[in-house]
Structure formats: C-alpha cells, structure tokens
C-alpha cells in the first residue's frame, strides 16, 4: 500500500531532512534485496543485524526515502524520516495502513494453535465465497504484523486474518494498536513463554490484551483462564469447544463433537453432519475456532461445514510423509509445548500401525522454573502412545524419567545427544511399517531427522 507521505509523517512525529526530495507517498520496504523503484526503505535495527548498514544499496536499488534513527546515516541529498525507533516507525505506519482497509480484520492469538486456527479460518472464509487474506507462515511478531499489514491495498475490502504472538510480557499491545482487530480469537492460554513471562498470571494478561482494542471475543470453551476472565468483557464472546462442552447459558457457539457433528449454540441448537479429516482432539478444537470466527465475521458455519472434508494443516502440524524403503514420519515439531505436546502425542495413541509406533522427543523451551516437570508429563504420555521412545535435547533425563515411570521398558528408551543420532538408531533399527513422530521445539531443528532419513 503506498501511504500519503503528509500522513506517514506526521502520524510518525518523524523529522524530515531533504523535505524537496520527498516522494508525495510513500510505499514501506525493510528489504534492500527486493526494493523496487520509488520504494521508500525503512532501516530496521535487531539483536543481529542494522538496516542503516545497507542504506546505500537500498538508494542504489532506487529508494526514494529512507526512514532512519540515525540522521547521520542519510547519504547526502537524500530525502529521508528521522525518528526515534524504526521498528516503531514500522508498525505505526501498519496502523496507518490498517486506517485505509475497509474489509474486517480478524486477529488469532494464544499459547497453542495460532497458525492451525488461522489456516482453517482462511479455509473456512473461502469455502464460504469470501475474499480473504492473511499473514503467512507465523510472521506473527511486530515486524510480520507491520509487513502484512502494509500489504494489503487501499481501500482492500477482503477480510484480513492476522496472527500475534507474544514472548514477553504485554507484547500484544502495540500488535492491537496498530491492526485494531474487529474480532479477536484466543485459542488459549496455556504455558509457552513461561519462562520470559515471569508467571501465568503475566501470560494470562498479556494475552487477555487482545481484547483491549473492543474487538468481538471468540473464546476457547476448554480454556479455564478464558471462562474466569469472560465476564470482564465489554462485548459477549462466541465460544468454541468438542465434545461434550457447553457454553454459557444464553450465549452463542460452535461444538465440534467427535461423532464428526458440528453443533451451533444461538438461543436453540443446531446439528449437522461434519466430515472432519484432521487428527487429534486438539485440532478438531482449531477446527471449532475457525468456525467460530468465521461466524463473528458473518458466515454462517453451517455453509462452510460441507467442506471441511478438504480443510488441511500448515506446514510442519502432523505433517505425514512415507520414506521410501522406510517409516512414515510425522513431522510435528514446527514448535512446541507442553499441552501441545500432549495434544499431538494424544493424537498418535489413535495411529493405526502394523508395526511399532516411535516417538521421537526433543525438548521445549522457555517452560520456566516447572520445565523438568513439564518434560516428564511429556515422557510419560510419550510412553503411554509408543512402543519406543527416543529423548534428546536439553530436558532428555527428565523426559526418560517421565518415561521410565510409566513402566517403559529400558531397551525401549532411547537417549540421543545429536539429530545425526537419532537418525542413524532410525537407520539401523526401523522397520518399513514403523510409525515415526518427531515432536520438540523449533530451536532442535528436528526436519533435520527428516532430511537424514530422506536422503
């Protein structure tokens, strides 16, 4: 979107050097490598790279401006905005973007299931005939939500799903001010971030930050923070939940129930038939989300339930691939945390297998104080849905101590300190019809295991 250079300015409170040579409007680039003519290129500063470095082979790339905190970095003549944080600078010009859009935005948030929630809700819109758009992968912090934001269009009338993470305490804010989000769906608050957080209490509010904006609540029925903090809300919530859950008297929501019937709460109820082909109880919960904010954004659920048949999961969620003379692998270590470590683990107790069923553990991060607890709950339920169980990374003992206590037994638990291992016991010691789940954080770079067998 290119933006009215008045406006960027003083919507900034940005100092203007070369003002003569100043483009009438501006469009925003962070990236010297794709910058086009008339583009104006922000310099962004982070733990391990400056923007200001690569100021002239921005220029040289045909930048029209710059948008700098260092005035001194401007290379003669060059028409540029001095202000005090470009990353600043950069999500405020996305509010100014998010002024100019005239379709709905839709914000998703939470501990688990973000980027599946928002993949059914594009999914969801679609089957429905709706125009929509939405931050891929999970560009979900202040510069994917700037970015995405200033790549919507002026005057865009498609509904705009944006996803927010949070790793420090009331990160949410800035994200709300800036996408003003009409509906907010909050999957649920559960334990990732701990550690950087301080306490639950801290994620609980940051997250609950969400709705500080006015935006329509889409609520997790399952989720007990959620159902204590409800009642603080100035707009009644749209709950979702599975199975036997069931919202609040008088209030609107979505049940997807295991015997694949999608029920729909609003003063009476309604049933229809569901085709659901996604694994886990958890997902079929992201499923129920979707629904639900589908509905908030005026699409009846029941219209978009006859295609949920074909609804798929993201990249690196339960993602099945068979090695050839090999396992079948489940990828679903895109991340991780403990429920949803459970979830997924859960989900594989109900793999149907000729073989043997292999967990394949790394550890999670950023669990705080409780993180050695967290990992044995892990290791246990590891146990409990495998006949092997493979432990790594940094909480590899407390995970095993968690699986020995279910009674594993010793020659089916596996310690590994390197993917190179884990893949080479694969290797040496899997079966064409084993089952092969890969669960840990991001940070374990576990496609690794997945590239070793492959090749």
């Known amino acids: 979107m290119r933006l009215p250079t008045n406006d960027a300015i003083a919507a900034l409170g940005a100092s203007v050097v070369n003002r003569e040579n100043m483009p009438a409007t501006i469009a925003v680039s962070t990236d010297t490598r794709a910058i086009r003519p008339s583009e104006t290129f922000l310099a962004l500063r982070g733990e391990n790279f400056d923007g200001h470095r690569f100021i002239a082979e921005a220029v040289a790339g045909g930048a029209s401006a710059v948008i700098v905190d260092d005035a001194s970095a401007l290379p003669d003549g060059q028409a540029g905005f001095v202000v005090a944080d470009t990353l600043a600078a950069y999500l405020t010009l996305g509010g100014l973007a998010r002024d100019r859009v005239r379709g709905p935005v839709i914000a998703i948030t939470g501990s688990t299931g973000k980027t599946t929630t928002k993949t059914f809700a594009v999914q969801a819109l679609e089957a429905a005939g709706q125009a929509v758009t939405a931050t891929p992968e999970n560009e979900n912090n202040e510069i994917g939500v700037a970015k995405f934001l200033l790549s919507l269009e002026d005057g865009d009338e498609r509904v705009a799903i944006v996803e927010f993470g949070a790793r420090k305490y009331r990160d949410l804010e800035p994200l709300v001010r800036a996408a003003r989000p009409d509906i907010g769906v909050l999957t649920?608050?559960?334990?990732?971030?701990?550690?950087?957080?301080?306490?639950?209490?801290?994620?609980?509010?940051?997250?609950?930050?969400?709705?500080?904006?006015?935006?329509r609540p889409v609520l997790n029925l399952g989720d007990e923070a959620s159902r204590e903090r409800a009642a603080s809300l100035a707009k009644p919530p749209i709950w979702f939940g599975v199975d036997a859950e069931r919202p609040p008297d008088g209030t609107r929501a979505v049940i997807v129930r295991v015997e694949d019937v999608l029920e729909i709460e609003d003063g009476a109820t309604r049933a229809f038939p569901l085709h659901v082909d996604v694994p886990g109880a958890h997902n079929r919960r992201n499923l129920a989300a979707a629904f639900a904010a589908a509905w908030a954004a005026g699409v009846d659920p029941e219209s978009v339930a006859v295609a949920s048949p074909h609804f798929a999961l993201p990249h690196g969620r339960y993602e099945r691939m068979q090695i050839a003379g090999g396992p079948t692998v489940i990828y679903d270590a895109y991340n991780a945390s403990m429920s949803g470590a459970l979830a997924?683990?859960?989900?594989?107790?109900?793999?149907?297998?000729?073989?043997?069923?292999?967990?394949?553990?790394?550890?999670?991060?950023?669990?705080?104080?409780?993180?050695?607890?967290?990992?044995?709950?892990?290791?246990?339920?590891?146990?409990?849905?495998?006949?092997?169980?493979?432990?790594?990374?940094?909480?590899?003992?407390?995970?095993?101590?968690?699986?020995?206590?279910?009674?594993?037994?010793?020659?089916?638990?596996?310690?590994?300190?390197?993917?190179?291992?884990?893949?080479?016991?694969?290797?040496?010691?899997?079966?064409?019809?084993?089952?092969?789940l890969l669960k840990g954080s991001r940070m374990y770079r576990m496609e690794q295991i997945v590239a070793g067998l492959s090749a």
């Open 188 to 215: 649920n608050i559960g334990e990732a971030h701990l550690e950087i957080m301080g306490s639950y209490e801290r994620l609980a509010e940051t997250k609950w930050g969400l709705f500080a904006g006015g935006a």
């Open 344 to 436: 997924t683990l859960a989900a594989f107790a109900r793999e149907r297998v000729p073989a043997r069923r292999i967990v394949v553990l790394g550890s999670m991060a950023e669990l705080g104080p409780d993180a050695p607890v967290m990992h044995q709950r892990v290791g246990a339920a590891a146990a409990a849905s495998a006949d092997i169980v493979l432990v790594g990374g940094a909480f590899a003992d407390a995970l095993a101590v968690g699986a020995q206590a279910m009674g594993l037994a010793p020659d089916a638990l596996i310690v590994y300190q390197t993917n190179d291992d884990a893949i080479a016991w694969l290797r040496e010691h899997g079966r064409p019809d084993d089952v092969v």
